[in-house]
């Protein structure tokens, strides 16, 4: 069984920063794309970044470039969201999602099309005040 569990979103005043976490069991974390998406209220869903745990590579979304960094800890199974800079049009409930890949995915792909991801995490608030 796969699950995937969030951690530390919170509230921050704009500029602040925040880290998440997500660790994913019951998957072949070795081969897999890891990704962050993020809904706020009355929005659609949203991809923000992914990594391939294989490889390394990652991608960001235009939104966050440049403010957000996403990394992992193989050893842990876990992917992190560094998010630096918040701003108050951040605010959403962040969440983890996964997917089993082969040589020839590309996780960028991945994130743009979510029904792909079988895998989702419950999700961690992320509140940024004015």
């Known amino acids: 069984q796969v699950q995937l569990v969030e951690s530390g979103g919170g509230s921050v005043q704009a500029g602040g920063s925040l880290r998440l976490s997500c660790s994913a069991s019951?998957?072949?974390?070795?081969?897999?794309?890891m990704h962050w998406y993020r809904q706020a209220p009355g929005k659609e869903r949203e991809g923000v970044a992914t990594?391939?745990?294989?490889?390394?590579?990652?991608y960001y979304t235009a939104p966050v470039k440049g403010r957000f960094t996403i990394s992992q800890d193989n050893a842990k199974n876990t992917v992190y969201l560094q998010m630096n800079s918040l701003q108050p049009e951040d605010t959403a409930m962040y969440y983890c999602a996964a997917a089993r890949v082969g040589f020839g995915s590309v996780c960028s792909v991945l994130l743009n099309a979510p029904d792909k991801n079988p895998y989702w995490g419950q999700g961690t608030q992320v509140t940024v005040s004015s």
């Open positions: 019951g998957i072949t974390y070795s081969r897999a794309c």
């Open positions: 990594i391939r745990t294989d490889g390394g590579s990652i």
